[in-house]
């Protein structure tokens, strides 16, 4: 699986941004599509899951404020970001998960990461 991951940039605290996860491959073996983000010194951070079942999950630090959404037409997962504050500065990364058997036909999840999209939030 490929990923393309864009629509990063600079905004205002309070504002809002919508990144894109663009999905490429083997889309059918994904079982789950997350967003993270990572800051200078700080390990990567789960800031939001989907499920190829359509159930989510967030971190408590943007619930209520961030939606992750999916249009599988496009094969695209979305992540809508509201009322951004400036601790929300980060390279944001898309990841997916995929499912697959080995040669002892034992489950495997495999991920794959897209490159990072930059966050800014200005105060």
């Known amino acids: 699986v490929q990923l393309q991951a864009s629509g990063g940039g600079l905004v205002q605290a309070g504002g809002s941004l919508k990144l894109a996860c663009a999905a490429s491959g083997s889309i059918r073996s994904i079982t789950a599509v997350g967003w993270y983000r990572q800051g200078p010194g700080r390990e990567r951070e789960l800031v939001a899951t989907i499920t190829s079942g359509g159930n989510t999950n967030y971190a408590d630090s943007v619930k209520g404020r961030f939606t992750i959404s999916r249009d599988n037409a496009k094969n695209t997962v979305y992540l809508q970001m509201n009322s951004l504050k400036p601790e929300d500065t980060d390279v944001y990364y898309c990841?997916?998960?995929?499912?697959?058997?080995?040669?002892?036909?034992?489950?495997?999840?495999?991920?794959?990461w897209g490159q990072g999209t930059l966050v800014t939030v200005s105060s």
């Open positions: 990841a997916a998960d995929t499912l697959y058997y080995n040669d002892y036909s034992e489950p495997v999840v495999d991920r794959s």
